[in-house]
């Protein structure tokens, strides 16, 4: 059974920083992709940040860029988001997606989320 739990979130002072954690099992993970992605009220669900299955190739959504960090340890089978300089619109609440093949097709693993929340 694939589980995805994430770890980290909290309230922060703007300017603040935090670290995601996303441990998962059940899959092999240092052969696929991993992807942190947030979803604020009203808003829809957005990318946050993406690594390749051996960490080379990263990539940010425009608005967390030079702030957050995306790496992985696939000894450990655990994904990180390094969150500096947080400002107030980064509050949302924060889930690792995962993925294999299998069988002829993809799927899609969700973490249950964890909250951050950035305020003075």
């Known amino acids: 059974q694939v589980q995805l739990v ?3 979130g909290g309230l922060v002072q703007p300017g ?3 670290r995601l954690s996303c441990a998962a099992s059940g899959f092999t993970f240092s052969n696929y992709p991993m992807s942190w992605y947030r979803q604020a009220p ?14 080379g190739n990263i990539n940010y959504a425009d608005s967390v ?3 957050f960090t995306i790496s992985r340890d696939n000894a450990r089978n655990t994904v990180y988001l390094q969150m500096n300089s947080l400002k107030p619109e980064d509050t949302a609440v ?3 997606r995962g993925r ?4 002829g097709r993809w799927y899609d693993y969700w973490g249950q989320g964890t909250q951050v929340t950035v305020s003075s």
């Open 42 to 55: 009203g808003k829809e669900r957005e990318l946050v940040a993406h690594i390749v299955a051996a960490g």
């Open 16 to 18: 603040g920083s935090l």
């Open 100 to 103: 294999d093949y299998r069988d």
């Open 65 to 67: 860029k030079g702030r």
């Open 6 to 8: 994430e770890s980290g």
């Open 94 to 96: 924060y889930y690792c």
